[in-house]
């Protein structure tokens, strides 16, 4: 038996296990062992009990705001880097550890009913995300919102083209989601960007096998946009918060907007930020029919997919299936 100095000792551990370099982190209060050797001054109480996953360009930051405005609920601080949302199961933050993202929640008061919540709308198209998030948060709740993944691919290209991207600005989005194989690669990774996220029962499956059906929410982009009050109630439900909020009476239609906004006193209304519900012309037919047919088998399984869970289709996801047939 042999031991070494920290630094070499884990040089060595490494070279023997090396498909440990990726860590996994586990919530320490669900093994004894683990409570036991944490700090005393930490607790599990200031990690997130709701995830919001995405995907992009779904209405994430509006339902980030409307959660906000209840007062059971506390959402996460913004990033210190991107002044926006933590990103902490999906890249690289992950291996700035647990310490890292807790630092992103207020110390919790006595009230222990403090329900911490966080969006970062690329979990849920991450490969990693779901099995990150169910070993360090077993027992969260997921909400995730779905919109038809044609308009997803679309609002995600025009938000690319709003950034100055030089590939959505040379390419039209007919040319961006027909790229072929022989195209030049920065292309091809906006294509993916604009089409990958909307292989949505593939990404919802994925999260399945990590969490029990019971513990996810999936939400109707579209019923959000036109009913949020009605979907901000299915929410309260799903979270069983004690107090519910009205929302019919805290949110109103802003006609110069065009969406849905928070309504402030005196009967002014505070909405999204002009990068949220932009204005750009309607997608072209043949753009529309190409995605029709490219999500076609995606958008079927992923009825079969809510049905086994028990929830009700997205009305988008009714039409696309009428036109499938
Ligand atoms: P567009 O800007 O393409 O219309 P995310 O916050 O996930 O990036 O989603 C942005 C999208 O949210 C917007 O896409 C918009 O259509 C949609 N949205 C839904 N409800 C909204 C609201 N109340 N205010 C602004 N945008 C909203």
Redesign the pocket.
């Given at each position: 038996l042999q031991t070494l100095p920290p630094v070499q000792l884990a040089q060595k551990y490494f070279q023997i296990f090396p498909e440990e370099r990726d860590p996994i982190w586990q919530d320490p209060c669900e093994d004894k062992r683990h409570k036991d050797i944490w700090s005393k001054e930490k607790t599990c109480d200031r990690f997130p009990k709701l995830l919001i996953i995405?995907p992009?360009?779904?209405?994430?930051?509006?339902l980030y705001l409307f959660l906000g405005m209840h007062p059971d609920l506390t959402s996460n601080y913004p990033s210190k880097e991107t002044f926006e949302e933590i990103q902490f199961f999906n890249g690289r933050n992950y291996h700035k550890g647990i310490d890292w993202y807790m630092e992103y929640f207020p110390l919790p008061s006595n009230t222990s009913s403090d329900f911490y919540f966080e969006k970062s709308?690329n979990y849920f198209d991450s490969e990693v995300a779901a099995r990150r998030a169910a070993a360090l948060l077993p027992k969260a709740k997921i909400i995730t919102i779905l919109i038809n993944p044609a308009d997803r691919a679309y609002?995600w290209y025009?938000?690319q083209r709003a950034h100055d991207d030089p590939v959505a600005q040379k390419y039209t989005f007919h040319d961006v989601i027909t790229a072929g194989y022989d195209v030049p690669i920065k292309l091809k990774v906006l294509q993916n960007r604009c089409l990958v996220p909307g292989l949505y029962a593939t990404h919802l499956q994925r999260w399945l096998s990590h969490y029990h059906p019971s513990q996810i929410l999936v939400l109707d982009?579209q019923m959000?946009?036109t009913e949020?009050a009605a979907v901000m109630d299915k929410i309260q439900k799903f979270l069983g918060l004690t107090n519910t909020l009205n929302y019919h009476k805290i949110l109103a239609f802003d006609p110069k907007?065009g969406?849905?906004?928070q309504l402030l006193d005196g009967g002014k209304t505070k909405?999204?930020g002009k990068?949220?519900?932009?204005k750009y012309p309607d997608m072209d037919v043949d753009s529309r029919r190409f995605l029709r047919e490219h999500y076609r088998e995606h958008n079927i399984e992923l009825s079969k997919l809510l049905y086994k869970m028990g929830q009700p289709l997205p009305s988008w996801l009714r039409e696309e299936l009428l036109h499938s047939r």
């Amino acid at each position: 038996l042999q031991t070494l100095p920290p630094v070499q000792l884990a040089q060595k551990y490494f070279q023997i296990f090396p498909e440990e370099r990726d860590p996994i982190w586990q919530d320490p209060c669900e093994d004894k062992r683990h409570k036991d050797i944490w700090s005393k001054e930490k607790t599990c109480d200031r990690f997130p009990k709701l995830l919001i996953i995405g995907p992009q360009k779904t209405g994430t930051t509006a339902l980030y705001l409307f959660l906000g405005m209840h007062p059971d609920l506390t959402s996460n601080y913004p990033s210190k880097e991107t002044f926006e949302e933590i990103q902490f199961f999906n890249g690289r933050n992950y291996h700035k550890g647990i310490d890292w993202y807790m630092e992103y929640f207020p110390l919790p008061s006595n009230t222990s009913s403090d329900f911490y919540f966080e969006k970062s709308a690329n979990y849920f198209d991450s490969e990693v995300a779901a099995r990150r998030a169910a070993a360090l948060l077993p027992k969260a709740k997921i909400i995730t919102i779905l919109i038809n993944p044609a308009d997803r691919a679309y609002s995600w290209y025009q938000h690319q083209r709003a950034h100055d991207d030089p590939v959505a600005q040379k390419y039209t989005f007919h040319d961006v989601i027909t790229a072929g194989y022989d195209v030049p690669i920065k292309l091809k990774v906006l294509q993916n960007r604009c089409l990958v996220p909307g292989l949505y029962a593939t990404h919802l499956q994925r999260w399945l096998s990590h969490y029990h059906p019971s513990q996810i929410l999936v939400l109707d982009g579209q019923m959000l946009r036109t009913e949020p009050a009605a979907v901000m109630d299915k929410i309260q439900k799903f979270l069983g918060l004690t107090n519910t909020l009205n929302y019919h009476k805290i949110l109103a239609f802003d006609p110069k907007k065009g969406f849905w906004c928070q309504l402030l006193d005196g009967g002014k209304t505070k909405c999204l930020g002009k990068s949220k519900g932009r204005k750009y012309p309607d997608m072209d037919v043949d753009s529309r029919r190409f995605l029709r047919e490219h999500y076609r088998e995606h958008n079927i399984e992923l009825s079969k997919l809510l049905y086994k869970m028990g929830q009700p289709l997205p009305s988008w996801l009714r039409e696309e299936l009428l036109h499938s047939r």
